[in-house]
Nanobody, 119 residues
């Protein structure tokens, strides 16, 4: 089992920045990939960005390319999402997720942290 706790959300004006953190605990030695997802009110959850736990290969959604950066600190078992040039449409509940090396699907999820972008 892997436990995930997100932090760093809040209220920010359009054009501003926030950094989200996701701290992992438990069987972190089995982690394969970690990702960020978001869900806006009335919409389905969507992929934002992901990073391989070893090697550090990243991927991100087209909607956030050039604005959001995912990174990791293996020593702290923490993944970050640096969000710059925030837009109103980035408002959502942001979730951290983890996939282990056996199943390689996102089966561990955090509780989410709210990001609200105001005009």
């Amino acid at each position: 089992q892997v436990q995930l706790v997100e932090s760093g959300g809040g209220l920010v004006q359009a054009g501003g920045s926030l950094r989200l953190s996701c701290a992992a605990s438990g069987r972190t030695g089995s982690m394969y990939r970690m990702g960020w997802f978001r869900q806006a009110a009335g919409k389905e959850r969507e992929f934002v960005a992901a990073i391989n736990w070893s090697g550090g290969t990243t991927s991100s959604a087209d909607s956030v390319k050039g604005r959001f950066t995912i990174s990791r600190d293996n020593a702290k078992n923490t993944v970050y999402l640096q969000m710059n040039s925030l837009k109103l449409e980035d408002t959502a509940l942001y979730y951290c997720a983890a996939a282990d090396i056996w199943n390689r699907v996102y089966e561990y999820w955090g509780q989410g942290t709210q990001v609200t972008v105001s005009s």
